[in-house]
Structures are given as C-alpha cells and as structure tokens.
C-alpha cells in the first residue's frame, strides 16, 4: 500500500510465524507427553526428550537440572515412585521443608521457562512441570482435581512464557531456576 510507514521488526519484536517442528522434534515431544502423563519411565529421560522436543542445548539442561532436584528430593528418579512418594506425603511444592518445596517450584521454573511457543510442545512442558509440583499420578477424587488444576495452570503459562518471553531471556532464567533449585536441595 502506498503512504503506509512499517517498521522492520527489531531484535525485542518477535514474529509470530514459528518454525515447524521436525519428526524427531514432534516424536520426543508425543514421548515425554506419554511419560508426563501416565508417570512411567524416568525423569532423566523426560529431562532428555523435553530438550529433544524444543530443540535446545538450554532447555535441555535446564530439564536435567529439574531432574536432578527430583533426584534430590525423594531419592529417585523414577516417575512411578515419584507418584507413590507424592500419593503418600503430597505434592511436592506444597509439602515438607520449606527449601525442599522451594527447590519444586524452581524445578517446575526452569521447565516452564524452557520452552518454545507452539501450543502443543508447550502443552507438554507445561504437563511436565505440574508432575514436579503436584505430582505426576492422580489416585482419588482430590489428588485428581489438584492434578487437572496444576496441568492446567502450566500449561497456560507455559504457552504464555513461551509465546511472550524472548527465548534469549528465558532459556538463561530456565538454566538459573534449575540451578537454584539444586542448591536448595542441597542446602535441605
């Protein structure tokens, strides 16, 4: 159109259009949706698809450093004791020592600050990181709605961080959250 003035887009102005997501990206991200959800497998290898998923050295160490602070925590890093632990004690941001809940919710930072802007890879972080929190199996009625409630409330972060937040800025914060969350196990 003539007479109409544009500005050509500036590092802090991101475009909308993502980059599509290849099969190896969209299988490890079906993956880690399966294990988040039906609590099988093990962390570290959830840890592992998530930066497979968003295609980030970043976020890939940053879910590491989530894995870690579960490691920490209860002792395992197997998503179905993980489910047991938090059926039997309560979800892990909620309960026990102060800097050991603190140290959850920096886990759950760092995987939600991690992620990319396309709904579905950050449905899947968003499902992850309610598992560190809340816990990732639903056994009653309570724990089940605690669980959609987390999975929800993730989710819409997520998608929110990861559409919003500059991947420059968020990936470093991710990497920070994790850190911080390891030293709070440690420190607990």
Do not use: K, Y
Request: glycine residues 12%.
């Amino acid at each position: 159109m003539p007479g109409m003035l544009l500005e050509p887009l500036g590092p802090n102005l991101r475009t909308r259009a993502h980059r599509p997501l290849t099969t190896l990206q969209l299988g490890a991200a079906a993956g880690a949706a399966v294990m988040a959800v039906t609590s099988a497998g093990d962390v570290l290898l959830l840890a592992a698809l998530l930066g497979v998923a968003a295609a980030s050295v970043e976020t890939g160490a940053a879910s590491v450093l989530a894995g870690l602070v579960v490691l920490g925590r209860f002792g395992t890093t197997s998503l179905a004791a993980l489910a047991g632990a938090q059926h039997v004690v309560g979800p892990a941001g909620t309960t026990g020592p102060v800097l050991l809940a603190t140290a959850s919710w920096c886990a759950a930072a760092a995987v939600i600050l991690s992620t990319r802007a396309e709904f579905t890879v950050a449905a899947v972080f968003g499902v992850a990181a309610a598992s560190v929190v809340a816990g990732p199996a639903a056994h009653g009625a309570e724990s089940f709605a605690i669980r959609v409630a987390a999975s929800l409330l993730a989710v819409a972060v997520a998608w929110f961080v990861g559409g919003w937040v500059p991947p420059r800025l968020a990936r470093p914060a991710a990497v920070l959250a994790g850190v911080l969350g390891v030293l709070l196990v440690l420190a607990g």
